[in-house]
Structure formats: C-alpha cells, structure tokens
C-alpha cells in the first residue's frame, strides 16, 4: 500500500488532487499538508512512497521542500504540481529529479507519475 503525501496550501487543490489519487491509487495512504513546515511534520518517520508538491506557499517554497524531502527519504519520487509553469522552475524540479505536472493536473500525468516507475510525466 503506496503513502502519498499532498502538498499545498490551497485546500481545494489538495481535495482535487486527493481525488484523482483516490481514483487511480485506492488503496493509497495519503497525507495531506498545507505547508512545506507542515509536510516536513508529517512525515518524520514515515515511508513516503510519492509526494505531489506545490511551487508556490507561505514560508518555504516547494522546491525548498523536496530539497528536504529527498535528503530525509533517498527512496521518493517527487513530483511539482504547479500553475507557474515558468521554464526556471521546472528546470530546478527536473535538476532534483522530479516530474513536472502543471495544474490543473491531467488524470494522464498523474497516473503516469503514480503507477509507472520509471516514466516522468511532463
């Protein structure tokens, strides 16, 4: 059973993205963060198998985040579910080695980046 960890700070987003997960990954644990502070929290001691992060937060930004995500958990893929779709910002995610999936999200990226290890959407 896969955990998911959803992070951004608009909860309408973090219910949509929990329910494509939920349709494509039933059986998936998912935890849910407002905040990069509060995703860090969440997870301490905890087997994250893939995390969808938002760029844009309060305090620290997603990028920030996966930077401490993936030194704190070597084995997660992480993927920026984002509406700045500026060249700057998926360049930094893809050098961390995330997906990019701009917002809204396509069932197709999600699903791609959830159920295929080895492809990356966008």
């Known amino acids: 059973m896969p955990t998911i960890l959803i992070v951004d700070d608009s909860r309408v987003a973090r219910l949509s993205l929990r329910r494509l997960v939920t349709a494509l990954v039933p059986d998936a644990t998912i935890i ?18 893939r995390a969808l992060i938002d760029f844009n937060m309060p305090g620290r930004d997603g990028l920030q985040l996966a930077e401490e995500l993936a030194a704190g958990h070597p084995e997660i893929r992480m993927a920026m579910v984002t509406a700045n779709i500026q060249d700057a910002v998926a360049g930094r995610a893809r050098a961390l080695g995330m997906s990019f999936i701009a917002k ?19």
Do not use: I, Y
């Not at 849910?32 to 198998?49: F, K, L, N, Q, R």
């Not at 809204?104 to 290890?117: G, T, V, Y």
């Open 32 to 49: 849910e963060a407002a905040s990069a502070d509060e995703a860090a929290v969440a997870v301490e001691g905890v087997s994250v198998d």
């Open 104 to 122: 809204p999200p396509r069932q197709e990226d999600l699903s791609d980046f959830l159920l295929n290890a080895g492809k990356d959407a966008g």
